[in-house]
């Protein structure tokens, strides 16, 4: 048909409802990610752990004389703690360039003016970032509990230790929402992803590292409220049900995370919008 | 050192057959990057972290000067001496000094091909390699300008005038081996940038995974980073702050520091050599 002879259709494809588009974005980021070789390379280094811990639970199982290498609660603890720095490295790459090259670009405009909410954008950003974190963290910790059980042959382990299934979930829950939102806040506070990233490393190190001073200079670590890993890694403790590591009550270092978490999204709906005012 | 090319002033004329020398150039360089390092919002972001500190030296003087007890350690009472020490090794010298020599000194060329700006530098009759030596050189000078008299502030804030004549050597060291940590972290990550494709990342491993790690291990692996050798001039005590440092503290050993500042130099000759030769030779590709 020549150009010239047409003239106005009406659409007629199907139109998805509001609330399903942040998973083609989702999808969408998850591929391209995997698409480069370097990152995979990273996931698969961040799994070296997890073999690791194999390798030690595999020899505990089949030799008597290496007993002593057994897995306990707090293994599975140490181990969450470990892959902290994996966290932090698939945070910075993951996430310091995904609403800031996009406000970079212009491109925020364009998707809000698509049938796609600011939350839905939100989501698909977020999911982005949680799906590598879940994979470095909740999914490795979770093999780990099945490995054990299935080197030992038997379910006595997990039966003995049922709270590791609730802790292992609540603490990759805690940890990787930390990470994820506060990534995705400073990400669309800026339009230079490197930018971000030195922030976000600012606020994990520095926080750390002004907790540390203070504990140097007063002798006491009640001030871990301070630094946001601190806080985490105290809730980790009561979480799995060790002796809380710093003098400060796990109340208030749940209330530091989640406060992190809430003014997170509280910056991300402010940031996030199609148009921007200018005053 | 002197190029073959002709300089062409800005209007776009030959401005005759002079020829501009590798220094000449990079100052001109030094020139135009420091007025932009220096009022840009990354100075926002420095200032905010050389700012922690002095607002905690604050903190502690506050609290002193009110004769309360936030100062004592096992009923002991903490020096001020001894509380800037801590300063130096938590907050600079394991901080601040390589997380601003990963952001500047990555940027340094990064920022370029970002912007895509680098082409208009690569178009001026000057060597390559002088941008990069004269972006480094506004680093430097912004980053010292902001994070030494900090470092100043924090010291006369923490120690008490009878402590000055006796401690001010020490002070004078801090500041020598925090420029020269801030030059070689320069040097090391602008190669770091010049050279990857993701130099953030690759800088932020180095700093913050490969040194804190090799470091608490026994053998060899350590002399392999710039931290071993800058730790080792440090004149204050190493504070324990967990199982890292704990660990650090025990293969910890001191080398002379003259083997220190040896390799420490070699680390900013070598690197900034090789900046300057990657920036020479490499075809960056600007992403549309």
């Keep these: 048909m020549p150009i010239h002879d047409q003239g106005y259709r009406r659409y007629l494809g199907t139109r998805s409802a509001i609330g399903g588009s942040w ?15 370097q990152f995979i390379g990273l996931m698969l280094f961040a799994w070296a752990p997890f073999v690791v811990r194999a390798v030690q639970i595999y020899v505990s199982a089949t030799f008597t004389q290496a007993s002593f290498l057994a897995p306990k609660g707090e293994t599975f603890r140490e181990f969450l703690d470990q892959q902290g720095a994996f966290v932090f490295f698939v945070t910075i790459w993951v996430g310091a360039g995904l609403i800031a090259n996009d ?31 879940v994979g470095v963290t909740f999914l490795p910790a979770m093999m780990l509990l099945l490995t054990q059980a299935m080197f030992a042959g038997s379910l006595t382990f997990i039966a003995n230790n049922l709270y590791l299934l609730p802790a292992i979930t609540l603490f990759s829950i805690a940890q990787v929402l930390l990470a994820a939102t506060t990534m995705l806040a400073l990400s669309s506070l800026s339009k230079s992803s490197r930018f971000v990233a030195v922030m976000y490393t600012g606020l994990f ?28 890694e105290q809730l980790g403790d009561v979480i ?26 509280w910056i991300l709906t402010r940031k996030v919008r199609g148009v921007e005012i200018v005053t | 050192m002197t190029t073959g090319h002709q300089a062409i002033g800005p209007s776009g004329h030959q401005a005759g057959r002079q020829t501009m020398s590798f220094f000449a150039a990079s100052r001109r360089v030094f020139d135009l990057s420091l007025g932009e390092m220096l009022w840009s919002r990354r100075t926002i ?73 680098v082409t208009y530098l690569f178009t001026r009759p000057i060597p390559r390699g002088a941008v990069l030596i004269g972006k480094y050189l506004a680093y430097l000078t912004c980053t010292m300008l902001v994070v030494l008299p900090s470092v100043m502030i924090v010291y006369f804030l ?94 910890r050993d001191n080398p002379p520091v003259a083997v220190c500042l040896a390799w420490l130099f070699a680390y900013l000759g070598v690197f900034l050599w090789l900046a300057s030769r990657a920036v020479e030779r490499k075809e960056y590709i600007l992403e549309q």
């Design chain 2, 158 to 251: 923490l120690v008490p005038f009878s402590q000055l004549p006796s401690t001010f050597g020490n002070l004078l060291i801090d500041l020598g081996l925090l420029a020269l940590g801030l030059a070689v972290y320069g040097g090391v990550f602008a190669f770091v940038g010049a050279f990857f494709k993701r130099p953030l990342v690759i800088g932020l491993v180095f700093a913050f995974g490969w040194e804190q790690v090799t470091l608490a291990l026994p053998g060899y692996l350590k002399q392999f980073t710039v931290a071993y050798y800058l730790q080792a001039l440090v004149p204050h005590a190493m504070p324990p702050d967990g199982v890292t440092s704990i660990l650090q503290g025990m293969f």
């Design chain 1, 205 to 232: 190190f520095f926080t750390t590292a002004l907790f540390n001073a203070l504990r140097g200079i007063t002798g006491r670590s009640s001030f871990a409220w301070l630094s946001p890993s601190a806080s985490l």
């Design chain 2, 45 to 117: 972001f420095m200032a905010l972290v050389v700012g922690g500190p002095v607002l905690l030296a604050l903190i502690v003087k506050g609290i002193e000067m009110y004769g309360m007890s936030a100062l004592r350690v096992n009923g002991q009472r903490v020096a001020g001496f001894g509380i800037f020490g801590v300063m130096i090794w938590m907050l600079f010298l394991r901080f601040i000094v390589p997380v601003l020599g990963v952001f500047y000194g990555t940027a340094l060329m990064a920022d370029e091909v970002e912007d895509k700006t």
């Design chain 1, 240 to 265: 799995f049900r060790l002796e809380p590591r710093y003098q400060l009550s796990p109340a208030i270092a749940g209330l530091a995370v989640v406060v992190m978490i809430a003014g997170s999204i």
């Design chain 1, 23 to 37: 998973q083609v974005m989702t999808r969408a980021g998850v591929m391209a990610l995997i698409s480069k070789r």
């Design chain 1, 103 to 133: 406000r970079r670009a212009n491109a925020l405009q364009l998707y809000l003016s698509k049938p796609m909410t600011s939350a839905e954008y939100i989501a698909g950003k977020l999911t982005i970032l949680l799906v590598f974190l």
